[in-house]
């Protein structure tokens, strides 16, 4: 089916371990960002990506790593996980020219 | 500076009357564009309405508008006659300058809807 495709949906690890949280969308839409959302701040920007190659650091860079070899996926590293990156954590797509967003349907992800 | 600010932690509302979601901004772009979305307790972000800064009328999505004020960078969401599948999340965003640029959020409101 057409959308986002993010994956895992729930996850537990342990603190000082690396992990991946993936996100693929079909449209081929140009920019793809990675949020992290936590109670009274909100969706906060991670990383985005204008374009396959091109990525930039949002407002909650630290600790966390992007990639973005093909247009299609945006993976989020966490590499070396710690408790405050408990969190959902959601992917999304846009268009230049075009004014939406969309948005997966979110990890859950639990560092303990 | 919080670029986007929601000062209604949460609200209540009874079911079939009007209810407004207050939301402020600061940007000193001229392009820009609003948006409010909605997180029901499942968790996915549903787009509402959008509301650009060149628009000249208020936006309207079927029971939601928006309230645009640009002189007091104000973009109040209204939701006429509340029903009960409207208790939910939702958030106020920004977008300055070009379509497909980030988006900032707000911290939320919380809405509850009484029967």
């Known amino acids: 089916d057409a959308g986002i495709t993010q994956s895992p949906r729930y996850k537990i690890t342990e603190t000082g371990r690396q992990v991946t949280l993936m996100c693929h969308q079909t449209w081929s839409h140009s920019y793809m960002f990675w949020y992290r959302q936590d109670l009274g701040h909100g969706l906060r920007l991670i990383y985005y990506s204008a374009a396959a190659d091109i990525t930039d650091k949002g407002e909650v860079p630290d600790g966390y790593v992007v990639s973005r070899s093909k247009t299609e996926n945006f993976p989020l590293t966490l590499e070396s996980a710690t408790r405050s990156q408990t969190s959902v954590y959601f992917c999304?797509?846009?268009?230049?020219?075009?004014?939406?967003?969309?948005f997966g349907s979110g990890t859950r992800l639990t560092v303990v | 500076a919080q670029k986007i600010t929601q000062t209604q932690p949460g609200m209540f509302v009874q079911e079939k009357e009007a209810v407004t979601l207050d939301c402020t901004y600061d940007?000193?772009?001229?392009?820009?564009?609003l948006f409010w979305y909605k997180q029901p307790s499942s968790g996915e972000m549903i787009f509402l309405i959008y509301q650009g800064s060149y628009d000249q009328q208020n936006a309207t999505e079927g029971r939601y508008s928006l309230n645009f004020q640009k002189a007091r960078k104000s973009a109040n969401l209204v939701i006429s006659a509340s029903q009960l599948g409207d208790s939910a999340m939702y958030f106020c965003a920004m977008r300055e300058g070009g379509y497909g640029n980030k988006l900032v959020f707000g911290a939320g409101t919380i809405l509850r809807v009484k029967s």
């Open positions: 940007t000193s772009d001229p392009s820009y564009g």
């Open positions: 999304a797509s846009s268009e230049a020219g075009r004014f939406g967003y969309t």
